[in-house]
């Protein structure tokens, strides 16, 4: 059975750091690029960043920009989420998804996708 389980979310203050990861069963990363969304409450799902299978390309949302670093360790079949200075409009439902692609880009579209992990930034 194919699964994408997300963990390191939880609650964090203003102007600090969470690590998410994406972990994968039942099939190897190594031929998905990988997506970051999140959902906040009211919100629509937006794509925060993403990462090719390669790990060489990837792409970041406009709000998330020089703040947040994607990356992938294909021998531990796992996919990072680097949050650092976070802010109370990070706060949401934080998933990942994996998308399979015959080339080396990312999309932002899902194939397979966690049940999320919940961050919550807040003093």
């Known amino acids: 059975q194919l699964q994408l389980v997300e963990s390191g979310g939880g609650l964090v203050q203003p102007g600090g750091s969470l690590r998410l990861s994406c972990a994968a069963s039942g099939f190897t990363l190594d031929y998905y690029a990988i997506d970051w969304f999140r959902q906040a409450p009211g919100k629509e799902r937006e794509g925060v960043s993403c990462?090719?299978?390669?790990?060489?390309?990837?792409n970041y949302a406009e709000s998330v920009k020089g703040r947040f670093t994607i990356s992938r360790d294909n021998a531990k079949n796992t996919v990072y989420l680097q949050m650092n200075s976070l802010k109370p409009e990070d706060t949401a439902v934080y998933y990942c998804?994996?998308?399979?692609?015959?080339?080396?880009?990312?999309?932002?579209?899902?194939?397979?996708w966690g049940k999320g992990t919940l961050v919550t930034v807040s003093s």
């Open positions: 990462i090719s299978k390669s790990g060489g390309r990837t």
């Open positions: 998804a994996a998308e399979t692609r015959s080339d080396d880009f990312c999309l932002y579209a899902m194939d397979y």
